[in-house]
């Protein structure tokens, strides 16, 4: 069974910055567009950002442009989101998906922002 | 943005009952769309792409449909196991967007 294992993620007080990590062995991660998606506390899911093949093209939901980067390193199979100015509203569990259509999700990983 | 309604935000029906959700998007969407199923406390598993392909090792119950703006998940025969909420996705055009979710109860 295909899986994507993610780390990463944490606790932090608004203004400050995390980075989550997913990483996989099991398929040609090089072969496809990843995606993270969060899912705050009770609510439903959001997809937050997703990036192309070789990393050159990058896409974000308006609520976390200019904060989050999204980033990949092919020779290590591994997707990164990088959190900065993290708020209040960022609290979520946040899950590593393959493809735009999201086929194989990672574990999930929370990130805390509180006071 | 392209807004996805999905209906209804909750149901309860019995074990047997075919059951339908839907998914209208504000704009053609074509066969774009995504269905998946959350479990209590589980990572959301994809049951349906491209509106009506059904994802390997699920259950043959399950079925999508739809095109356009208007999309249908059926479950034919419900089964105690169904029991999650159930979103759909657009993945037609940015940002991506998840519809708000259908919390299905088994009665």
């Known amino acids: 069974e295909v899986q994507l294992v993610q780390s990463g993620g944490g606790s932090v007080q608004p203004g400050g910055s995390l980075r989550m990590s997913c990483a996989t062995s099991?398929?040609?991660?090089?072969?496809?567009?990843m995606t993270w998606v969060r899912q705050a506390p009770g609510k439903g899911l959001e997809w937050v950002a997703n990036i192309n093949k070789d990393g050159s093209e990058k896409h974000y939901v308006d609520s976390v442009k200019g904060r989050f980067t999204i980033y990949r390193d092919n020779a290590k199979n591994s997707l990164h989101l990088q959190m900065n100015s993290l708020r209040v509203e960022d609290t979520a569990l946040y899950y590593c998906?393959?493809?735009?259509?999201?086929?194989?999700w990672g574990q999930g990983t929370p990130v805390t922002v509180s006071s | 943005d392209v807004q996805v309604t999905q209906s209804p935000s909750s149901l309860s029906a019995s074990v047997g009952d075919r059951v339908t959700i839907t998914c209208r998007a504000s704009?053609?969407?074509?066969?774009?769309l995504g269905w998946y199923q959350q479990k209590p406390g589980k990572v959301p598993k994809r049951l349906i792409s491209a509106a009506s392909s059904l994802q390997s090792g699920v259950p043959s119950r399950f079925s999508g449909s739809g095109s356009g703006t208007e999309f249908t998940l059926t479950i034919s025969s419900l089964q105690p196991e169904d029991l999650a909420t159930y979103y759909c996705?657009?993945?037609?055009?940015?940002?991506?967007?998840f519809g708000q979710g259908t919390r299905l109860e088994i009665k």
């Open positions: 996705l657009q993945y037609n055009t940015y940002p991506i967007t």
């Open positions: 704009q053609d969407i074509r066969s774009d």
């Open positions: 998906a393959r493809y735009v259509a999201m086929d194989v």
């Open positions: 099991e398929f040609r991660f090089s072969d496809y567009w």
